[in-house]
C-alpha cells in the first residue's frame, strides 16, 4: 500500500470550463486583465475538479487528490457568487452541488463516486492508496469510519453555529455574517424562482434545489435541532477517541505514526481531519477536545494539520473565512455580478474583510 507522497501542485482557475476553449482561452469576448500561461493541449488524462473552497465535500476531494499525489487543474465555482446555480453549472452535473470531477471525457458529480473513481483508476507503487484492499484487515475498519464520518450533518453544523453564535466558543466566523447568512438564506428561495423562470428547461433541477432549501432553512435555524445533533456528534468523537486509544495499545512500544485506523494514512483519517478543522472554525474545539476532554483526538489534530495536503488545502485555520471572501470580492469587480446580487456581496465581503482582519490581527498579536 503506497503511502501519501504529499507533494502535488495544483493549477487553479477561476473560469468555468464552459467559458473556455480547449487551450485555455476565455470565449465570453472579454480579455483577461491577467497575464496568462501558456496554452494547454487537450488530453485525455486531464484532470479537472470544479469546486469551491469552503465547500466541506469539496475541501474532502481536494485532500485526497493531494494525498495521492495527483496533478489537477482547480476551477473555483463560487458559492457567495452563485455560481453553482448559473444554468452552465447545472447543465454541467445535472443541477447537483460541488464537487464536479472530470477526467478527459468522465464527468463525476456525486462526492462518494468521486472517492471511489480516484482509488480505482490512479493506483500505483507512487500513488498513495487511501482505502485498503477489500479483504484486509483495515478495509472494513477504514470503511466504517468513512461511512461513520461521512454521514454526520456538516452543513447543519455550519449554518446552525452560524446563526446561533451562543452556543459556539472562539467561533472564526465574524457577528456580521449571522445576520448577512439570514438574510441571503431568506433571498434564496425568491432568487431560484427567477432564474427558474429564466431558464424554464432546467425546471427539475430548479425545483429540486428550492425545496432542498426550505428544508435545511427549517432544521438549521432550529436550535433544539441543533442542540440534538452536537449531542450526537459528542457521542461519534467519544468512538474515534476510542478507537485511537486502541491504536496506542495495538502498537506500544513500537516507533510508527498511528492513525484512526493503523499505521498508514487513510481516507478516515482524512474525514476526520477535514472534521476537526471545521469544527474549530466553527467555535466547538474547545467543547469538544480542547478541555482536556478527549486527548487523543486533540494529538492526532495537532499531527494532521502538518501534513503537507492539510497545509496546502486547509490553510492557516485563523485565515480560513478571509480566504473565501477576498478572492470572491475580487472576482466580483473584474466581472458583471449576477442581476440579482448586487453591490451588497461586494460591499458587505469588503466590510467584512476589514472587520476580520482587525479581529485576527488582534487575536494573534495583541
Not at 485526497?64 to 448559473?86: A, T, Y
Not at 502498537?251 to 477535514?274: M, N, R, S, V
Not at 470580492?329 to 456581496?345: D, E, I
Request: net charge negative.
Amino acid at each position: 500500500m503506497a503511502s501519501s507522497n504529499n507533494v502535488t501542485p495544483t493549477n487553479c482557475s477561476w473560469w468555468p470550463i464552459s467559458a473556455m476553449d480547449e487551450d485555455g482561452k476565455i470565449t465570453d469576448g472579454e480579455e483577461s486583465e491577467e497575464p496568462t500561461a501558456e496554452p494547454k493541449p487537450f488530453s485525455k488524462d486531464r484532470l479537472v475538479l470544479y469546486h469551491w473552497t469552503q465547500s466541506f465535500s469539496s475541501q474532502k476531494v481536494r485532500l485526497v487528490i493531494n494525498e495521492k499525489g495527483l496533478i489537477c487543474e482547480e476551477r473555483d465555482v463560487s458559492m457567495p457568487l452563485q455560481e453553482h446555480k448559473e444554468p452552465w453549472f447545472m447543465r454541467l452535473n445535472l443541477g447537483e452541488e460541488v464537487p464536479v470531477f472530470i477526467h478527459g471525457d468522465t464527468i463525476v458529480s456525486d462526492y462518494n463516486q468521486i472517492i471511489e473513481y480516484l482509488e480505482t483508476n490512479f493506483v500505483g507503487e507512487t500513488v498513495a492508496q487511501l482505502i485498503p484492499d477489500a479483504g484486509s484487515p483495515l478495509h472494513e475498519r477504514v470503511q466504517q469510519y468513512r461511512q461513520l464520518l461521512d454521514g454526520l450533518p456538516m452543513d447543519a453544523y455550519t449554518h446552525g453555529c452560524i446563526l446561533h453564535p451562543e452556543l459556539t466558543t472562539d467561533s472564526m466566523i465574524p457577528k456580521y455574517a449571522t445576520a448577512e447568512i439570514r438574510r441571503h438564506l431568506a433571498n434564496a428561495a425568491s432568487e431560484l424562482m427567477k432564474l427558474d423562470h429564466e431558464e424554464p428547461q432546467l425546471t427539475e433541477p430548479y425545483l429540486s434545489k428550492q425545496k432542498k432549501l426550505m428544508a435545511k432553512i427549517l432544521d438549521h435555524d432550529n436550535v433544539n435541532y441543533l442542540k440534538k445533533i452536537l449531542g450526537e456528534l459528542a457521542m461519534v468523537l467519544d468512538q474515534v477517541e476510542a478507537e485511537l486509544e486502541k491504536r496506542k495499545l495495538e502498537y506500544e512500544g513500537q516507533k510508527c505514526e498511528l492513525w484512526l485506523c493503523g499505521p498508514e494514512f487513510t481516507l478516515a483519517d482524512i474525514c476526520l481531519g477535514a472534521l476537526l478543522h471545521r469544527l474549530k472554525f466553527l467555535g466547538l474545539s474547545k467543547k469538544y477536545w480542547e478541555d482536556g476532554s478527549r486527548a487523543n483526538l486533540q494529538s492526532f489534530f495537532v499531527r494532521v494539520q502538518k501534513r503537507y495536503a492539510f497545509r496546502k488545502v486547509l490553510g492557516d485555520i485563523h485565515t480560513t473565512l478571509l480566504s473565501a471572501v477576498l478572492p470572491n470580492a475580487f472576482r466580483m469587480v473584474k466581472k458583471k455580478p449576477p442581476s440579482f446580487f448586487g453591490a451588497s456581496f461586494l460591499m458587505g465581503s469588503l466590510g467584512g474583510m476589514g472587520y476580520f482582519a482587525y479581529w485576527f490581527l488582534k487575536k494573534k498579536y495583541m
